[in-house]
């Protein structure tokens, strides 16, 4: 048997936790991940998982870093699966710790199958998804009586052989919900912005892009669909791209957010529209 094989009748394995490290905030984190952290003799960890969560993990424990290349993704995941045989095999206590939800566009379930397929034990932790939690920092509501009563997840990236026909109609069809929110959006947002004007948004329609979310260097840029589309807007990612009149609710409930915030307001910024940004 080669080291990379695993062998379910050697010895006792402990279950793998695949735990959901929230949006960055480890105040966030639920009490379920906190224990699994704190027990943890292996954490396997992405690139959205904040300094502060990490600085949870047990001394005594081996972290290590498995984020993906853009462009790598396949590459990327079929090393995180050895390494995930190879410390099963040795009996050590896995945390797979992913960032936000690791069922939401984390290929979470890839990684269950994957460890449930060599008769390993599971044990799923949900995390809360910075798709839901970023936005109520900054904020905004997904939805509010009278403004917004559904609200959509998605992802701003290209669907795998997808063809820009397809991708038209997507963006058509979400524009009937009065709240978006875009996921790994950053560097399609000016073609996402125009696909929603095509389909009936309107180009004032206000919109917000939330930066490092929950993080210390958390910054808000709120704007309309029309600028974006224009090209005006500059983000840096991660952020979390919000579409929809619930945006205007920021400029009024941000600032019973920012008390609470752990990490001070030293560098919390909030930029109301590209020009206040120059
Ligand atoms: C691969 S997806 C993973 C989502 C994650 N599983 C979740 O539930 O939040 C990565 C995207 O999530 C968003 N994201 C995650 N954490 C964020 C944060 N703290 N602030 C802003 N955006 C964040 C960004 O849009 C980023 O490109």
Same mark, same amino acid.
């Given at each position: ?16 936790? +695949? ?13 379920? #991940? %906190?224990?699994?952290? $704190?027990?943890? @003799? ?8 904040? &300094? @502060?969560? =990490?600085?949870?993990?047990? #001394? ?17 995941? $079929?090393?995180?699966?050895? !390494?995930?045989?190879?410390? *099963?095999? *040795? ?6 710790? !992913?960032?936000?939800?690791? =069922? ?13 397929? =060599? ?5 799923? *932790?949900?995390? *809360? ?10 904020? +905004?509501?997904? %939805? ?7 609200? +959509? ?10 063809? !820009? ?24 947002? !000016? ?11 309107? &180009?004032? =329609?206000?919109?917000?892009?939330? @930066? ?21 807007? @500059?983000?840096?990612?991660? #952020? ?17 957010? +920012? ?11 909030? $930029?109301?529209?590209? &020009?206040?940004?120059?």
């Amino acid at each position: 048997m080669s080291s990379l094989e695993f062998d379910p009748e050697d010895s006792f394995k402990p279950p793998v936790y +695949i735990v959901g490290a929230g949006p960055g905030d480890p105040d966030l984190l639920t009490v379920a #991940a %906190t224990k699994a952290i $704190a027990k943890a @003799e292996l954490v396997l960890y992405d690139r959205l998982v904040s &300094e @502060e969560i =990490l600085s949870m993990i047990p #001394a005594a424990a081996e972290a290590v870093y498995v984020g993906k290349l853009e462009g790598e993704q396949d590459k990327g995941q $079929a090393l995180i699966f050895r !390494k995930l045989v190879k410390a *099963i095999n *040795i009996g050590k206590r896995v945390v797979r710790l !992913k960032g936000g939800d690791p =069922l939401v566009f984390g290929r979470g379930v890839e990684e269950w199958l994957f460890v449930k397929n =060599l008769g390993c034990e599971v044990r799923y *932790i949900p995390g *809360i998804s910075s798709g839901l939690a970023v936005p109520g920092r900054a904020g +905004i509501p997904m %939805t509010a009586r009278g403004l917004s009563s559904s609200f +959509i997840v998605v992802t701003g990236q290209l669907r795998k052989g997808a063809d !820009k026909s397809e991708e038209i109609s997507r963006w058509k069809n979400y524009g009937s919900l009065e709240t978006i929110v875009v996921l790994m959006g950053v560097s399609r947002r !000016k073609e996402i912005a125009k696909y929603l004007i095509e389909g009936g948004k309107d &180009e004032s =329609l206000p919109v917000a892009f939330i @930066e490092n979310g929950t993080c210390p260097r958390q910054k808000i840029l709120r704007s309309s669909l029309g600028e974006v589309a224009a090209g005006e807007v @500059e983000v840096s990612a991660p #952020a979390v791209f919000v579409v929809g009149e619930v945006c205007r609710y920021s400029e009024v409930l941000l600032s019973d957010v +920012i008390p609470e915030f752990k990490f001070g307001t030293d560098n919390f910024m909030v $930029a109301n529209s590209v &020009e206040n940004r120059k």
